[in-house]
């Protein structure tokens, strides 16, 4: 038997799924690795042995073991751990369809935004991992950590019989393994309502973000539509540019899902002492051209019209299933269906951050979480999990967070953190000058705290808080004077 048909004869006898999914027939997998020759590598490398010499793989990528697709924040931080484990080195690719190297997401929709004069986010500054504490993770980090990186050519084909990707050029790819991180996709107006036309804005990439600023620069009026996170950071950004700003959305608050009705009127009392406008319980009918093409109002279901120059919807995302429809999905909450370890059901293939539904154990519930904060920790227990011995099961507590006028020369900073659920009875503390706290409970237990205009210390309190769900006293708590005496009465309760 020649070399070449031993080693795919000794391979194809040992397809017995490892834990993590991560299969023992990758002859690149580590086992396998120090059983053969880096010659022997017909997955690892870019090129097999034969009795008659070297035959060239019909692969676009060196690297094969293991792949991810997607660029964003869940991309660059399974980077990271892929480096951190020694796992990289000429085994890791990544497909983007973007044009830069994986990035703090988050910025586009607040510092990015800044005019000029305000000293703008940008890239290399906020490439990934900086946002968590790490090491800015530039195009040349990726090449000294031996990870190869296919920019702007999106995955568009997948045969999971084979372990092959297609991309949009027509490239075809081969893994071992491989992650899904592809994120979410902007949520869109339909074309016949105008969705499409100039002026009209979506933001998840820098493109989108660097069109949205070209607009900015040269806009009078400007509407955003929707009164969520995206809505409420590009708002604050436009108030920089002293821009006439009105914000619509079809709820009668902003931020529904998870301010108070009180906690909302107090943020929106801030939007409005910085000149941002409200139209709440709006629904738009479609958006109108003007004489040059470009979007020149909003009209309203009722009839009314908002001008405007430059629109921006911000009314939520859909995760980015693409050529991976074929995998379990979850119907629920959408997106592709893991487990703690986030092994899809298809062995060898993981999904993270945005894209994935996942057990939320804390809360013995299913979810999928569209923020940072789990892009980053979910990319990083998938690869412990696929490398390592690791198999502790996901443990997430939810998280959000926003920061906005925090651009220079803004009289008033505003950063809030969220930690835990809002379900229950709330206790609303504090005047909002600056701060103001609001506490979940919940048969008796503390079950979500947000902080307004927190010290660093009491940041650090929150999550303990809503991991533990202390029993607290709920008068005693809505009785307190300050932020600072509630939040000491609830880390009594911690030690009770």
């Known amino acids: 038997m020649s070399p070449v048909r031993r080693v795919m004869a000794l391979a194809a006898s040992t397809t017995l799924p490892t834990k993590s999914g991560l299969s023992l027939w990758c002859p690149s997998s580590p086992s396998l690795a120090r059983r053969f020759p880096a010659r022997f590598s017909p997955i690892g490398g870019s090129r097999i042995a034969s009795s008659r010499g070297l035959v060239t793989a019909s692969f676009a990528n060196e690297n094969r073991e293991f792949v991810i697709v997607g660029g964003g924040n869940a991309a660059g931080y399974a980077a990271r751990t892929f480096v951190e484990n020694g796992m990289a080195d000429g085994r890791l690719c990544i497909v983007t369809k973007e044009a830069y190297a994986p990035y703090e997401r988050p910025a586009l929709t607040k510092a990015y935004l800044f005019p000029p004069e305000k000293k703008p986010a940008r890239l290399p500054g906020f490439h990934t991992c900086v946002g968590g504490g790490g090491e800015r993770q530039t195009p040349d980090w990726y090449k000294e950590k031996g990870i190869e990186v296919i920019y702007e050519d999106p995955v568009t084909g997948a045969d999971f019989g084979k372990q092959t990707l297609t991309t949009d050029t027509g490239k075809q790819l081969k893994y071992g393994s491989l992650i899904i991180a592809t994120g979410c996709t902007a949520s869109r107006f339909p074309d016949k309502i105008g969705g499409n036309l100039p002026g009209v804005h979506y933001i998840r990439e820098v493109a989108d973000a660097d069109s949205l600023i070209s607009s900015l620069g040269k806009a009078k009026k400007v509407v955003i539509v929707g009164g969520g996170y995206i809505g409420m950071e590009v708002a604050a950004a436009a108030v920089a540019w002293n821009l006439d700003t009105t914000i619509v959305f079809p709820e009668d608050q902003l931020l529904q899902r998870l301010f108070t009705p009180s906690l909302a009127q107090k943020y929106e009392e801030l ?3 910085n000149g941002v406008k409200f139209v709440k319980g709006a629904s738009i009918n479609n958006l109108e051209a003007g004489s040059d093409g470009r979007v020149s109002a909003v009209k309203l279901a009722d009839g009314s019209t908002i001008e405007a120059d430059t629109v921006v919807i911000g009314i939520g995302a859909k995760p980015a299933i693409g050529p991976f429809e074929t995998l379990a999905m979850n ?7 893991v487990d703690g370890l986030f092994r899809t059901s298809t062995p060898g293939i993981f999904a993270i951050g945005d894209v994935a539904a996942f057990p939320l154990k804390i809360y013995d519930r299913m979810t999928r979480v569209e923020h940072v904060d789990h892009a980053r920790r979910s990319a990083q227990h998938c690869v412990k999990s696929l490398l390592t011995a690791h198999t502790d099961m996901y443990d997430y507590l939810p998280y959000f967070y926003s920061r906005v006028f925090e651009y220079e020369g803004s009289p008033r900073k505003v950063w ?7 379900v229950g009875e709330t206790v609303e503390v504090g005047n ?24 660093p210390e ?30 000491e009465i609830a880390q009594a309760a911690l030690q009770s």
Not at 416 to 422: H, M, R, S, V
Not at 433 to 448: H, V
Not at 463 to 482: G, N, T, Y
């Open 271 to 273: 939007y409005r002492q």
């Open 331 to 337: 119907k629920s909450v959408g997106g592709i269906q």
């Open 416 to 422: 809030w953190q969220f930690f835990g659920d809002n």
């Open 432 to 455: 909002f000058d600056p701060k103001i706290a609001t506490f979940w409970i919940d048969s008796g237990r503390l079950k979500g705290v947000l902080v307004e205009s927190g010290s």
């Open 458 to 487: 009491e940041f650090q309190l929150l999550p303990k808080l809503a991991r533990s769900q202390p029993i607290v006293d709920k008068a005693k708590l809505a009785s307190a004077s300050s932020v600072e005496e509630a939040l």
